[in-house]
């Protein structure tokens, strides 16, 4: 067996796979319960997959790989205080900011310094905000396979655009996010009454701008790349305006997901046609 693909199993499928069967169980409790229990399961699956992919997990950490996976702690926390899924927006504020502090620390002489990172990070500050907000306001007018599938088509996108930047191990990083997400997906397709919107909810906005952030800062990825992988968040902002959308969950999602991907279908061919050797 490959190497890339055992480690693949072993860091994202089985603990993907893990967590169905946790947050299955924990959808037999009820609210707030229920979202406190399934957060802290979200946040310790990609912390145990992201240590079982790059083998460390030091304190404090050395390095974004290491922080993205406090960063995730820090996230279950939050959802711990308000598991209702309706923080404040000056929480919310406060949140991003101390997340995308703790990931960027170990640029921070090179960021500070610097008129276009400084721009930037505005940027990425506005844009995990935006998402975040995105989700709350929408979170009851699509289905939540949707609300899962879509992150998923970013998540995915993100993954390739990393390794198209020669990056085989933060791409596999975010292979444990897509596998966590498809997981959530089938339970939202199968058993949507068993899973908490407020624990999701953080992860499926704001943790991903968080990696797309570290993506470019530690990878140099260009950052209007991060603004066509958002296509899919655009789609559900805009998804009451859409006449033509079914109404079955399942079918909802695809032709949600069809208006999603011809757009950035067309944008990850092209990123690797010119991404030349991944290796």
């Not at 997990?57 to 711990?80: I, M, N, R």
Request: charged share 10%; glycine share 6%.
């Amino acid at each position: 067996m490959s190497p890339i693909l055992a480690a693949l199993i072993r860091s994202a499928f089985v603990p993907a796979a893990i967590l169905a069967g946790v947050l299955f169980l924990a959808g037999k409790f009820g609210e707030p319960f229920r979202a406190r229990l399934q957060v802290i399961a979200i946040a310790l699956t990609f912390v145990i997959g992201n240590y079982l992919l790059i083998g460390r997990l030091s304190f404090p950490p050395t390095d974004g790989a290491e922080s993205l996976s406090y960063a995730a702690l820090l996230l279950a926390g939050f959802v711990l205080i308000y598991p209702g899924g309706k923080p404040s927006y000056f929480a919310r504020i406060v949140m991003v900011l101390i997340l995308g502090a703790l990931v960027l620390f170990h640029l921070r002489n090179q960021l500070l310094g610097h008129p276009v990172h400084q721009r930037n990070l505005l940027a990425f500050f506005c844009l995990g905000l935006g998402l975040w907000s995105i989700f709350e306001r929408n979170s009851h007018k699509v289905n939540l396979l949707t609300l899962v599938g879509l992150p998923l088509i970013t998540a995915i996108g993100l993954s390739f655009i990393l390794l198209f930047n020669a990056s085989a191990s933060y791409s596999q990083m975010v292979t444990i996010l897509c596998a966590m997400f498809g997981a959530m997906a089938v339970l939202a397709w199968i058993f949507p009454s068993l899973l908490s919107k407020a624990a999701m909810m953080p992860f499926l906005s704001v943790f991903v701008v968080l990696i797309m952030a570290a993506g470019h800062f530690y990878l140099d990825v260009n950052p209007w790349k991060m603004i066509w992988l958002s296509i899919p968040y655009f789609v559900l902002w805009i998804r009451s305006w859409l006449p033509f959308v079914p109404k079955s969950p399942l079918l909802e999602f695809l032709a949600l997901a069809a208006l999603s991907l011809l757009p950035l279908g067309y944008f990850l061919y092209n990123s690797y046609v010119t991404a030349g050797p991944l290796y």
